[in-house]
DNA sequence: TTGTTTGCAAACCTTTTGCACGTTA
DNA sequence: TAACGTGCAAAAGGTTTGCAAACAA
């Protein structure tokens, strides 16, 4: 038997999404750390990846190197995410279309979960203290040493419900 | 400013995952209330569906229909599947290895969720009131209809930590 | 009967791999 | 220099689609 109270204080719609400048620095930092090199094409999905603000697809993230200019190779991307996904320096995000999506891992700071608009494919992140409180006790409670999780949400954004703007 | 306090009270392994066996019937019934059809395809996937406690893919899906003796083609399983999560009578779960997985969508009594072991591959379904009531209170909270939710955690299970047996 | 569903095979698309060349430390 | 990283192109694997035959109502 299980009794709990948790306790919550915060805002709910309040979070900043914003960039985290330091992440960059601090994943390629973190890479040179453990031994690996930063040739042209992990360096520059870590500073790609360093400016969004929620998750991306290999794909999105070869177009938008490619149109700043750089000269990636998609399987280089792909190496990179997969190195990165397994150094913990990013998360992968499945939101049911079949196309893996990636984000910076933020600290306990800036994490957030998915909102999934099943009409228009539109994702929003959103952040809820109670829920992450929630996780946090889950986690502890399950034996199972936990490195990760993710919650998706799916419904139907404003704009597609009509009652919008 | 958001204040709230949320009591629980309950067990946290003692969930029971046996399969329920009236969801085929509902599901069948269901499909046919809304004008389709139930051929043997679509059929043999619901039934094989209603026996299964946690998510599986289409190929094994498609591979436990065949070795029973079933001869159905694996389009007609994904076709299906398509048709039921749309239908909100399956739920999809993404557990970060690209391959979709499939399980019946449980009223709210069977819900789990899943606990992913990234070493070995195990995937372990989980229940957790504290956690489940926070997820319905951000729910409600965000402005967004909600009709689906997924939560995913990754970790090692026993086995693989090597604590285990 | 008549529109729906099915199975097969081909097509599709995302992701992975082989390999020779370029780069980093 | 020597190991590591990269790009290209080809391969792989999961999922979808076209189509004619089979089927449910």
Redesign the pocket.
């Known amino acids: 038997m299980i009794i709990g109270i948790i306790i919550f204080v915060g805002h709910a719609h309040s979070h900043e999404y914003a960039v985290d400048p330091g992440w960059s620095a601090a994943a390629l930092a973190d890479?040179?750390a453990r031994?690996?090199?930063?040739?042209?094409?992990?360096?520059?999905?870590i500073e790609h990846l360093g400016g969004q603000s929620c998750c991306s697809?290999?794909?999105e993230i070869y177009d938008g190197i490619r149109s700043a200019g750089?000269?990636?190779?998609?399987?280089?991307?792909?190496?990179?995410?997969?190195?990165l996904v397994e150094l913990e320096l990013v998360q992968r995000v499945d939101i049911g279309d079949?196309?893996?999506?990636f984000e910076p891992s933020h600290g306990s700071g800036d994490h957030h979960h998915h909102l999934v608009c099943d009409d228009c494919g539109r994702v929003d992140p959103f952040f809820d203290p109670a829920l992450e409180q929630a996780l946090e006790g889950a986690a502890s409670r399950l034996d199972y040493g936990m490195r990760a999780h993710e919650i998706v949400l799916h419904g139907s954004c404003a704009d597609c419900r009509g009652g919008g703007a």
């Open positions: 890479v040179r031994g690996l090199r930063n040739g042209g094409a992990r360096r520059t999905v697809s290999a794909q750089g000269r990636v190779g998609i399987a280089s991307v792909y190496r990179a995410l997969d190195q079949g196309i893996a999506r």
